[in-house]
């Protein structure tokens, strides 16, 4: 990465970068919540034994952990506001909720924020994790900490946007997996009415053989892409119980209270109502039916 200094922003960003989270970082010391900054081993998240990784998504023989690929979307997100020609006009959000009920209260987008600090200790230095740190007590990292699922990570982070700047973006960048770009594009963006020219997916997937590539898309086109399809919001029951299983129904309150002053105008005449209601919305009888009413985020459309 080229070294360049963020220039105090002098204007509400505009652009909203997603990182989404898909496992957890959690070196190995005697408390995992907690980054382990003073020893190099611990502090190293390219090490995959500091991560808490599901069985597919660990090395196999030659093949690295998918530990890596979460690294480069970390990445993704650190070039974007530290080096991107638009740096000043961003924020970055990591995007994950406390799916792992064996390691809460630790959320994953906590976990990727301390594995961000141990990336650039690896490879920058203490001047970029200064920066770094600079950054999200200015607003422009945030932590989302509730999201179970992709739509959640979309419709979520958004919702911190307009919470830390009181507005809402202009502009979005999902930063995930390659092969999840349709869902995103095809069905989130849609289902939540986000202008498709605003709207950007920066894919990056792990390291695949062409039958496992084919093998993915052939099981994001059937669990995923094909399940949000006919459930454009995630309600329905196959994929409220899998919001279940990643401790949705046990964190559901707390989201409640983090959203709780939606639903009135602001004093800058902003009316966060239509997002309230959009987060009640089940999609119709058939879960395929979309949200009706105008979202704020349309008014620049």
Do not use: D, M
């Given at each position: 990465m080229a070294s360049h200094a963020v220039a105090e922003a002098t204007a509400v960003p505009t652009t909203l970068i997603v990182v989404c989270c898909h496992a957890f970082y959690v070196p190995n010391g005697p408390n995992p919540i907690l980054p382990h900054e003073s020893d190099p081993n611990l502090a190293n998240p390219y090490l995959e034994s500091n991560w808490h990784l599901k069985p597919f998504?660990?090395?196999p023989f030659a093949k690295p952990g998918?530990?890596?690929?979460?690294?480069?979307?970390?990445l993704a997100g650190l070039q974007a506001i530290l080096h991107g020609q638009s740096a000043d006009d961003c924020v970055l959000v990591f995007s994950g909720g406390q799916t792992e009920r064996?390691?809460?209260p630790l959320s994953e987008a906590a976990s990727y924020w301390n594995a961000a600090r141990g990336v650039l200790r690896q490879t920058s230095g203490e001047h970029q994790?200064?920066?770094?740190l600079s950054?999200?007590?200015k607003s422009r990292i945030l932590l989302e900490e509730h999201a179970t699922d992709?739509?959640?990570n979309l419709l979520f982070s958004i919702i911190a946007f307009r919470k830390a700047w009181g507005c809402y973006p202009k502009s979005v960048r999902v930063v995930t997996h390659a092969f999840k770009a349709k869902r995103f594009m095809a069905l989130h963006a849609r289902a939540i009415r986000w202008p498709e020219h605003r709207f950007q997916v920066q894919g990056i997937d792990p390291i695949m053989s062409y039958s496992e590539l084919e093998l993915t898309k052939r099981g994001?086109?059937?669990?995923?892409?094909g399940q949000f399809l006919n459930d454009l919001y995630g309600t329905k029951l196959a994929h409220s119980l899998k919001r279940k299983e990643r401790g949705w129904d046990e964190c559901e309150e707390a989201f409640k209270r983090w959203v709780a002053e939606f639903g009135k105008p602001t004093e800058q005449g902003l009316d966060d109502s239509a997002v309230k209601e959009l987060l009640q919305w089940q999609g119709g009888r058939g879960g395929r039916e979309l949200f009706s009413k105008r979202m704020p985020w349309e008014d620049d459309a």
């Open positions: 998504q660990r090395s998918e530990h890596e690929t979460f690294i480069q979307h970390i064996s390691i809460r994790i200064s920066l770094l950054l999200r007590g992709s739509y959640q994001e086109e059937i669990n995923a892409y």
